[in-house]
């Protein structure tokens, strides 16, 4: 009997699709919980990368990032159009699962981006949102946001930090893009981010001033404490970082938040956190 017939032939590909099939649903039901663990731990570091407690350029351990994590960082939760913090449960959200892409997509958890085009191609945005509370010496030192919005290729998500007076920026980190090598990829260089810390976000009248420019800033000029360089080369990704950060620190974002903070009535971190120290 002929050995290399079309049913056999089906038979062997059928068995090999569902043996692979197999294989593959459980190692991805077996990683799954390890994949959260790792996106929650990469998203830590970037919280403290941003905050300055790690230096951009060292590898911390796993131990070392949750250690300093547990030490430093205390998370709350939001309504960014009121600006005050809410308890996840009286709003129906899981605080370990929440994910604001997530929610962006749910009509009872959204809300339109206004002004439309202002996040280039993102339309909703999630109503509520967690802000990372930097301790030192029992107090905040620090306010992390955790911001998102359009490039050239790709959406661009990361963290910037506010320094204790929420006017005046500690850092920025994208932990999260598809731009360009060399080009709108720079987001990443050590060199461009070091250029935020000490920028001023906003003017004494609580208005958003900071920008990235279109080409080379003149340190000589009286606005440039509030501007940053363009990339080279990456002028929709320029326009887009500008854009994005823009609106996260403005009224449509945490502007109502960081308002609060800069007139005391944020209060402390302890008397804000609704679900208690620490959190991961």
Same mark, same amino acid.
């Given at each position: 009997?002929?050995?290399?017939?079309?049913?056999?032939?089906?038979?062997?590909?059928?068995?090999?699709?569902?043996?692979?099939?197999?294989?593959?649903?459980?190692?991805?039901?077996?990683?799954?919980?390890?994949? +959260? +663990?790792?996106?929650?731990?990469?998203?830590?570091?970037?919280? !403290?990368?941003?905050?300055?407690?790690?230096?951009?350029?060292?590898?911390?351990?796993?131990?070392?990032?949750?250690?300093?994590?547990?030490?430093?960082?205390?998370?709350?939760?939001?309504?960014?159009?009121?600006?005050?913090?809410?308890?996840?449960? +009286?709003?129906?959200?899981?605080?370990?699962?929440?994910?604001?892409?997530?929610?962006?997509?749910?009509?009872?958890?959204?809300?339109?981006?206004?002004?439309?085009?202002?996040?280039?191609?993102?339309?909703?945005?999630?109503?509520?949102?967690?802000?990372?509370?930097?301790?030192?010496?029992?107090?905040?030192?620090?306010?992390?946001?955790?911001?998102?919005?359009?490039?050239? =290729?790709?959406?661009?998500?990361?963290?910037?930090? !506010?320094?204790?007076?929420?006017?005046?920026?500690?850092?920025?980190?994208?932990?999260?893009?598809?731009?360009?090598?060399? !080009?709108?990829?720079?987001?990443?260089?050590?060199? =461009?981010?070091?250029? =935020?810390?000490?920028?001023?976000?906003?003017?004494?009248?609580?208005?958003?001033?900071?920008?990235?420019?279109?080409?080379?800033?003149?340190?000589?000029?009286?606005?440039?404490?509030?501007?940053?360089?363009?990339?080279?080369?990456?002028?929709?990704?320029?326009?887009?970082?500008?854009?994005?950060?823009?609106? =996260?620190?403005?009224?449509?974002?945490?502007?109502?938040?960081?308002?609060?903070?800069?007139?005391?009535?944020?209060?402390?971190?302890?008397?804000?956190?609704?679900?208690?120290?620490?959190?991961?």
């Amino acid at each position: 009997m002929a050995r290399d017939t079309v049913g056999r032939t089906v038979l062997v590909a059928a068995v090999l699709c569902v043996a692979c099939s197999v294989v593959v649903s459980t190692a991805a039901v077996t990683l799954c919980e390890r994949q +959260e +663990e790792n996106k929650r731990l990469d998203r830590n570091k970037n919280v !403290l990368i941003a905050a300055g407690v790690i230096p951009p350029e060292d590898r911390p351990t796993r131990e070392q990032i949750m250690r300093l994590y547990q030490e430093k960082v205390e998370r709350i939760f939001i309504d960014l159009e009121s600006g005050e913090p809410v308890d996840p449960a +009286e709003v129906g959200i899981d605080p370990d699962t929440f994910d604001p892409r997530d929610a962006a997509k749910d009509p009872d958890l959204s809300m339109d981006v206004t002004p439309p085009g202002k996040l280039s191609g993102i339309n909703a945005r999630a109503k509520y949102a967690f802000v990372y509370l930097i301790q030192e010496d029992d107090r905040v030192d620090k306010y992390v946001l955790p911001i998102y919005g359009n490039g050239l =290729w790709s959406t661009l998500h990361g963290f910037l930090a !506010l320094k204790s007076d929420a006017r005046e920026i500690q850092g920025i980190t994208f932990y999260q893009h598809g731009e360009t090598p060399g !080009l709108g990829g720079e987001v990443d260089n050590p060199r =461009w981010k070091q250029e =935020w810390n000490g920028k001023r976000a906003f003017d004494d009248q609580g208005n958003v001033i900071i920008e990235v420019m279109k080409g080379q800033v003149d340190a000589g000029s009286p606005t440039a404490d509030h501007q940053i360089d363009g990339l080279s080369g990456a002028t929709i990704t320029t326009r887009g970082v500008s854009n994005l950060v823009q609106y =996260w620190l403005g009224p449509q974002g945490f502007g109502h938040y960081l308002a609060r903070v800069r007139s005391g009535a944020a209060g402390t971190a302890a008397s804000e956190n609704s679900n208690g120290k620490p959190q991961s």
